[in-house]
């Protein structure tokens, strides 16, 4: 698989957020690894396996996987050598029992999990390890019951310890030591047991200075009568250490003589850590799994991409019977790029042996590739344009496009001259569908329309429009091109019908009435201009003469002597110029070379916004927000 294609998808970030539910580092870095795989039966396999995990959390949430901590340094040390010590051991009999617990509950749901709770049947029965581990090993520490040497040994310590801290009471008790002690406790420095002496009666009381207090005020004195008691003492911890170290030599050997038993049991472990943490992930986005093809049969019912979550639109999406290619238009911020990297990534998540969100009756079809032209791609390093790195990017796409491949296109043919991007587009989709893949490309281009509706096995689809709230609602829609909303946009905000069919006529070489959609009734514009010329006779004015200085903000004005149509904003100014909008740029014209076209009151409905035709869109929004409180660091550029 494509490893950018998959960056791009957001599969990196799906595969992170199932391995938050891991219990391993094994289980979580096995679930980062992942890959889309082809082969339908292993895929087909994974799926069965994990609808069975959840079946099994469902039932019974609580699955017996909290021993497996520390497994992997305990196995590490095994293969290196190590004497494991007793808090490793502590660890793997923590471990051998939760395979011993998993046993027990996977038999119980075998009834309702046959493939998964087989894998029980490859754990080796492990209790005498476990027996012995803990017949050694109590509280992280090597038991008495591990040897009978530790159990003597340990006693001897223990009569010892008594013996000398009964010396030690009755040299406090004594009167010849009453008056040289700073007070009355058995002080323990080292390991060795002392009294606290008053520094003057230092040569008073014979014996070893094992430490001096912070202020050199008291010493604390290990007495001649006790030294001999304490270096029995030491000689038998020396002895418990050996035993100690003895019993733990034996107990590893026995470890690695069961050590490809715990490896094998520490894989299925691992197995269903993993298992349950996709099952886990399943439940939180109400996934499930979808019937899997090699025929380029898609459909998608109610289906939200994963990591937008409750926020996502469902997508709802049918390709397959000989039409395997796509084109998605409509207008910008609409949903179309969301749309095909739905597609892409449920079909990468579902290649991996995951759930998807989608509702019952979807349908994926498997790829040996999925390839992908998303974004922007712009190369600072390479210094490629974003266009020239598209078609960069397209080439390699072209090359790599087999039979079973899944070709996700983002605004194709965009960036470049209208008419050369638009042939360019066709031509791609085109030997694309002829190397046999599977195709959804979005465009702005309305021609590519034509071009799916006359070629076999291209399907329309279009980004649904709310023309009540002038806002797109995400909706994708299937065998519907997507209509020119800025005609629709522009007779909703109140510009006249005829206009707006003489700019059809222009676009489109073809006439339509839009009167008819007008949601109310208009004269023709020859009579309102006629009702209006009269009405400024009856007021005694002379009717607007073209060549004046007066132009009004949102006039249509003709301009000599190229006869381009421009948009007034302001003026004059002193020396008589105007600020004039021609073709989406601002000149500084003077009133001489103007000539008035349409007149604003003709063509915008009173109080209309004229920001939205002059001002750019982010200061538009930016405007919004600060009208509803400070923005701190915010401004609006505004042209001189």
């Known amino acids: ?21 891991a219990l391993t580092d094994s289980g979580k870095q096995k679930i980062l690894a992942a890959e889309p795989i082809s082969e339908v039966k292993r895929i087909q396999a994974l799926l069965g396996e994990l609808d069975e995990a959840i079946v099994i959390i469902k039932k019974s949430a609580s699955v017996p996987l909290s021993g497996l ?24 009999l923590l471990f051998l029992e939760s395979c011993s617990k998993m046993k027990g509950f996977m038999r119980d749901k075998e009834y309702m999990a046959p493939r998964v709770s087989s894998y ?23 038991a008495d019951t591990a ?74 004195i290990e007495p001649e009568e006790a030294a001999a008691l304490q270096d029995a003492i030491s000689l038998l911890k020396v002895q418990e250490g050996a035993e100690e170290d003895k019993v733990l030599a034996v107990l590893t050997e026995a470890v690695l003589t069961n050590e490809a038993k715990i490896i094998l049991a520490s894989e299925i472990m691992i197995h269903y850590d993993v298992l349950f943490a996709k099952a886990k992930y399943s439940v939180s986005i109400n996934g499930r799994s979808a019937e899997i093809n090699v025929s380029h049969r898609i459909k998608l019912v109610e289906a939200r991409h994963p990591l937008l979550g409750d926020k996502a639109v ?3 999406l049918e390709m397959g019977d000989g039409k395997h290619a796509l084109v998605i238009t409509g207008p910008n911020t609409g949903g179309k790029t969301v749309s095909i990297k ?159 069919s003489k700019a059809h006529h ?74 004039v909008l021609v073709k989406g740029e601002k000149h500084s014209i003077n009133h001489k070379r103007l000539k008035l076209y349409i007149s604003a009151q003709e063509l915008y409905p009173d109080n209309y916004d004229f920001s939205i035709v002059f001002d750019s869109k982010e200061n538009r929004k930016m405007s919004k927000l600060m009208e509803k409180g400070h923005i701190e660091g915010a401004s609006i550029e505004l042209e001189e």
């Not at 803990?134 to 520490?141: A, F, H, K, S, V």
């Not at 194709?412 to 008419?419: E, F, I, K, N, R």
């Not at 694309?432 to 021609?447: D, I, Q, S």
């Not at 009856?538 to 009717?543: A, C, I, S, Y």
Request: aromatic letters at 6%; proline letters at 3%.
């Open 342 to 500: 739905t597609v892409g990534l449920l079909t990468a998540m579902t290649q991996s042996g995951f759930h998807i969100p989608v509702k019952e009756g979807s349908v994926i079809a498997v790829y040996e590739k999925i390839l992908a032209d998303i974004g922007d791609g712009q190369s600072l390093e390479q210094n490629l344009s974003t266009f020239s790195s598209h078609i960069v990017n397209i080439i390699s796409i072209l090359e790599e496009t087999n039979d079973s491949t899944l070709v996700l296109l983002d605004e194709l043919g965009s960036g470049t001259d209208p008419a050369e991007g638009m042939g360019l587009a066709a031509v791609i989709l085109e030997q694309l569908y002829k190397k046999g893949a599977a195709l959804l490309a979005t465009t702005h281009y309305n021609e590519i329309k034509q071009f799916a509706e006359e070629h076999e096995g291209f399907i329309n689809g279009s980004m649904e429009f709310d023309l009540e709230s002038l806002k797109p609602t995400y909706k994708l829609l299937i065998g519907k091109g997507g209509e020119s909303q800025a005609f629709a946009i522009a007779l909703k905000l109140g510009m006249h019908p005829e206009l707006i």
């Open 147 to 220: 040897s009978k040497e530790l159990a003597r040994v340990r006693k001897q310590i223990t009569i010892s310890k008594e013996r000398l801290k009964e010396k030690l009471q009755n040299m406090l008790k004594s009167a010849k030591y009453k008056n040289m002690l700073q007070d009355y406790t058995v002080s323990e420095r080292n390991g060795r047991y002392a009294l606290s002496v008053k520094k003057e009666y230092k040569g008073k009381m014979r014996g070893t200075v094992l430490d001096i207090s912070a202020s050199g005020s008291t010493l604390f």
């Open 314 to 316: 469902p997508l709802n």
């Open 69 to 92: 901590g520390g497994m992997e340094q305990i196995l590490k040390l095994l293969k290196s050598g190590n004497i494991l010590r007793p808090e490793q051991f502590a660890k793997l």
């Open 1 to 21: 698989m494509n490893e950018q294609t998959l960056k791009i998808l957001g599969y990196d970030s799906i595969k992170g957020k199932i391995s938050e539910y």
């Open 120 to 142: 029980i049947y490859s754990l080796e029965d492990l209790r005498d390890l476990a027996g012995e581990i803990y017949r050694c090993i109590r509280n992280g520490m090597v």
């Open 506 to 579: 222009i676009t489109y070489q073809e006439e339509k009435d839009y009167k008819g959609l007008s949601d109310s009734p208009v004269r023709s514009l020859e009579k309102q201009l006629a009702g209006r010329r009269a009405d400024r006779l009856k007021k005694g004015k002379e009717p607007r003469v073209t060549e004046s200085i007066h132009f009004a903000m949102g006039d249509n004005v003709k301009i000599s002597p190229q006869g381009e149509i421009g948009i007034v904003e302001k003026g004059p100014d002193i020396r008589g110029d105007f600020s």
